[in-house]
């Protein structure tokens, strides 16, 4: 049974940081590309970042770029995303989800395959 469970949400203020973690259990992590998505109240689900099965290529939202940092364990059958600079617009229900197959990783909720329950990042003062 393959599985996802993020961690590693919580309140923050404003310019702090947050590292959220994704354990994968349940199947060969080379194998899947591995996503962050978040999604705001009232507002539709948006893909964060994203990690590629095989070489390890890194995508990011423009949002977040320059701010975010994706990362891959695959010993441990864990990705990170290291949140820095937070602002308050980043305030959301965090997801990470995995897209099977070799090659590049799609920042598109439609390409993910499993997903997890997601934890909540809240950025206020």
């Known amino acids: 049974q393959l599985q996802l469970v993020e961690s590693g949400g919580g309140l923050v203020q404003p310019g702090g940081s947050l590292r959220l973690s994704c354990a994968a259990s349940?199947?060969?992590?080379?194998?899947?590309?591995i996503g962050w998505f978040r999604q705001a109240p009232g507002k539709e689900r948006e893909g964060v970042s994203c990690?590629?099965?095989?070489?390890?290529?890194?995508y990011y939202a423009d949002s977040v770029k320059g701010r975010f940092t994706i990362s891959r364990d695959n010993g441990k059958n864990t990705v990170y995303l290291q949140m820095n600079s937070l602002k308050p617009e980043d305030t959301a229900v965090y997801y990470c989800a995995a897209q099977a197959g070799f090659g590049q990783c799609l920042l598109s909720a439609y390409a993910m395959d499993y997903w997890g329950k997601g934890t909540l990042v809240t950025v206020s003062s």
């Open positions: 990690i590629s099965s095989s070489e390890g290529n890194t």
């Open positions: 349940g199947f060969t992590s080379d194998y899947y590309s």
